[in-house]
C-alpha cells in the first residue's frame, strides 16, 4: 500500500471518486441518494450528469437541488440505457444491496466507458474479530445495520470484488481502500489490503 491521502470532509469515498472523474464527462450515478456526489460533480468538474434512485425521497431531495435524477432500479432499469451512454457510471456504497450485483455490474460496464465501484469491505480485521469473538454478524462504521434489518444482502470482500471484475472482464484502473479517514493507493487487491480496508473504491475498464 502506498500514496496516503489525508481527511477530507464528508463522505470520504464521494471525494475520491469525484477524483476520478474528468472534467466534462457525461456521468451517470446509480443508487445516487439525495444527490451528494452529482451535486460535488456539477461543482468541481461541469459534468454532464445524471442520476438513477429508487426511493421518492432520495429523488425529491435530488430534483430539489436542480439535478437530473429519476426514480428506478439499478437490478431492473439499467438496460433501457444504450451502450458506451456514458463516459463513467457509478456505483457507491450501493453494490451490496442489489439483488444481482454481477449483472447490474455487466449492465454498468456496457452503457459506461468506465466504471467506479465503492463498497464496505467485509473481510476488515475488525468484521473479523466481531465475527470470531462475538459469534454475531458485525455492526461497523460501513455496516451500521442489525442483521434483522440491513439492507445489504451480497456483502463482499476487497478479494471477492477483484475476483468478479476478472471474470467480467473489468480490468481495474485504480483502486484506494480507506482505513478510516485516509485513503491508500493499492497497487494489487491481496491481503493486506482485505484485511485493513473499511471501504474500497475502484475505477473500471474493459478489457475486451
Given amino acids: 500500500m502506498s500514496n496516503g491521502y489525508g481527511p477530507t470532509a464528508g463522505r470520504v469515498d464521494l471525494d475520491l471518486i469525484a477524483q476520478m472523474i474528468a472534467p466534462e464527462s457525461r456521468v451517470l450515478d446509480v443508487g445516487c441518494g439525495d444527490g451528494d456526489l452529482l451535486a460535488l460533480l456539477r461543482s468541481q468538474k461541469n459534468i454532464d450528469g ?16 436542480g439535478l437530473a435524477v429519476v426514480q428506478g432500479d439499478a437490478d431492473t432499469d439499467l438496460s433501457d440505457y444504450p451502450d458506451d451512454a456514458f463516459d463513467y457510471v457509478i456505483l457507491s456504497q450501493t453494490i451490496q444491496a442489489t ?11 456496457r452503457i459506461g466507458r468506465r466504471v467506479i465501484v465503492s463498497f464496505p469491505n467485509f473481510g476488515n ?53 480507506l482505513t478510516g479517514e485516509k485513503a491508500w493507493r493499492i497497487s494489487d487487491p491481496g491481503m493486506l489490503a482485505n484485511l485493513f480496508a473499511i471501504d474500497a473504491v475502484f475505477l473500471l475498464s474493459r478489457r475486451d
Fill in 50 to 65: 445524471r442520476g438513477v434512485e429508487l426511493s421518492q425521497e432520495g429523488v425529491n431531495a435530488s430534483v430539489a437541488r
Fill in 99 to 109: 439483488r444481482n450485483p454481477k449483472a447490474v455490474l455487466r449492465q454498468m460496464k
Fill in 125 to 177: 480485521w475488525r468484521v473479523r474479530l466481531q465475527l470470531l469473538f462475538n459469534g454475531r454478524m458485525p455492526e461497523t462504521r460501513s455496516l451500521g445495520y442489525s442483521w434483522y434489518d440491513t439492507p445489504n444482502i451480497h456483502l463482499c470482500t476487497v478479494r471477492d470484488f477483484a475476483s468478479l471484475c476478472d471474470d467480467l472482464g473489468l480490468g481495474i484502473e485504480d483502486a484506494l481502500i
